[in-house]
């Protein structure tokens, strides 16, 4: 029972676009999501996150959107950089879970100069 | 501040070995959790530890164990290897284990199982 999917296994964008990676969930009891990023033989780093209570979450060229009725969150990179290349997971987590996050599948961006 | 350290890196096993992984989380972060990636599979989260108490598991077989040390320090162990069981382990600590979420993952030991 995959609660948390990304639907998109890769996705290649032009340098300066704007990438868009999308995540649904199907638990409603998840109230905070997060974005990780993971570059190869290393470990995933956080990247954003937002809680239920809010619909959109920015932290530079990092945008986090939530729509609770449709259980989908998007993550907005704008513009993308070459160095943004790397493998994107969505990550839930509920009021009882404490550490343990539901991560999606991961989506590899590639950002193309 | 140095950041969470797993060790070993990498290591090789035979099916019905066991194996003992290893995770020094950063410095007064007292959550210690273990997750599995495997390719298509994303993260699987195994169990967390805090102040040396299980306090959550996850849907892995009772052959997947680990425990807390005084110091935060982490091991888990994996017995009677399957080939299913090779796969990146991931070790991510944070401070309190909170509701927030956030975790600081190390790099990860690479287990191949032949």
């Known amino acids: 029972d995959q609660q948390v999917k990304q639907n998109s296994p890769s996705l290649s964008v032009q340098e300066g676009r704007i990438s868009i990676l999308n995540c649904d969930y199907t638990?409603?009891?998840?109230?905070?999501f997060l974005w990780y990023k993971k570059y190869p033989a290393e470990g995933p780093t956080f990247l954003i996150s937002?809680?239920?209570?809010?619909d959109k979450n920015e932290d530079g060229r990092f945008t986090v959107f939530l729509n609770k009725s449709a259980k989908h969150l998007s993550l907005h990179i704008v513009p993308s950089q070459p160095g943004d290349s790397a493998v994107y997971f969505c990550?839930?987590?509920?009021?009882?879970?404490?550490?343990?996050?539901?991560f999606g599948e991961g989506t590899q961006l590639t950002v193309n100069p | 501040k140095a950041g969470v350290t797993q060790t070993p890196r990498y290591l090789i096993k035979t099916r019905g070995q066991q194996v003992t992984l290893s995770c020094s989380p950063i410095?007064?972060?007292?959550?210690v959790s273990w997750y599995q990636q495997t390719p298509g599979q994303g993260l699987q989260f195994l169990f967390e530890y805090f102040s040396e108490t299980q306090r959550n598991k996850g849907n892995f077989p009772g052959r997947f164990s680990g425990r807390q040390f005084s110091n935060s320090r982490s091991e888990m162990n994996v017995s009677t290897l399957e080939l299913g069981d090779s796969a990146l382990y991931l070790c991510?600590?944070?401070?309190?284990?909170?509701?927030?979420?956030?975790?600081?993952f190390g790099e990860g030991s690479r287990l191949t199982v032949l």
């Open positions: 937002i809680s239920s209570i809010k």
């Open positions: 991510a600590s944070s401070i309190t284990g909170g509701l927030t979420g956030e975790l600081f």
């Open positions: 410095s007064g972060h007292r959550s």
């Open positions: 638990n409603s009891m998840f109230d905070y």
């Open positions: 990550a839930a987590s509920n009021p009882t879970s404490g550490s343990r996050l539901t």
